[in-house]
């Protein structure tokens, strides 16, 4: 009973991090290795120790790769940290309300008030918004193949043992 308890506790939040490839407030990459790690602890499944530390290594560096992309894509092109929050809060708001396309939509759209609130002109405050927006679609997508790599060795781990 607990060994099964254990395995659905891992595959919810194998799911939960997958979901946090794209809900900023969902550590993805933490959250995959998490359902990883309680699986390898049930006594029917294990994991090589490289393997872990291959994969705790590449949850951390992701985590921290993706907290600077979104800040580097706005600096490059010439944006604020209001830009930034921005495209993290129209990402947000983009997912709940307008499903799927808000994915991409919101981003770029909160960069762009939030640069155009920050009493910049149109062209420069676009051009910044595109960079904010480049740079969370470039975290969430390392962090979408992280958490798909993850789920796949524990499904191939669950059922091809």
Same mark, same amino acid.
């Given at each position: 009973? %607990? !060994? ?5 506790? $891992?595959?919810?939040? =194998?799911? =939960? ?19 990883? =790690?309680?699986?390898?602890?049930? $006594? ?14 590449? *949850? ?26 921005? %495209?993290?809060?129209?990402?947000? *708001? ?9 994915? =991409? ?5 909160? %960069?762009?008030?939030? !640069?155009? $609130? ?13 960079? $904010? ?6 975290? *969430? ?21």
């Amino acid at each position: 009973m %607990a !060994e099964g308890l254990l395995i659905a506790l $891992s595959m919810v939040l =194998l799911i =939960l991090g997958t979901l946090g490839a794209f809900l900023p407030v969902l550590p993805g990459p933490p959250l995959s290795f998490a359902g990883m =790690l309680i699986l390898h602890f049930t $006594s029917g499944y294990s994991f090589s120790g490289k393997l872990l530390v291959i994969f705790g290594l590449l *949850a951390a560096i992701i985590t921290v790769v993706d907290l600077v992309l979104p800040v580097y894509g706005t600096k490059r092109t010439g944006g604020s940290k209001r830009g930034m929050y921005g %495209a993290a809060l129209g990402l947000v *708001a983009g997912i709940f309300f307008f499903p799927p396309a808000g994915i =991409l939509v919101g981003p770029f759209v909160g %960069a762009l008030v939030a !640069e155009l $609130s920050n009493n910049q002109d149109l062209k420069p405050a676009t051009r910044a918004a595109f960079g $904010s927006l480049l740079g969370l679609l470039a975290g *969430a997508l390392l962090k979408l193949i992280y958490s798909l790599a993850v789920v796949w060795v524990c499904l191939r781990l669950l059922f091809f043992g």
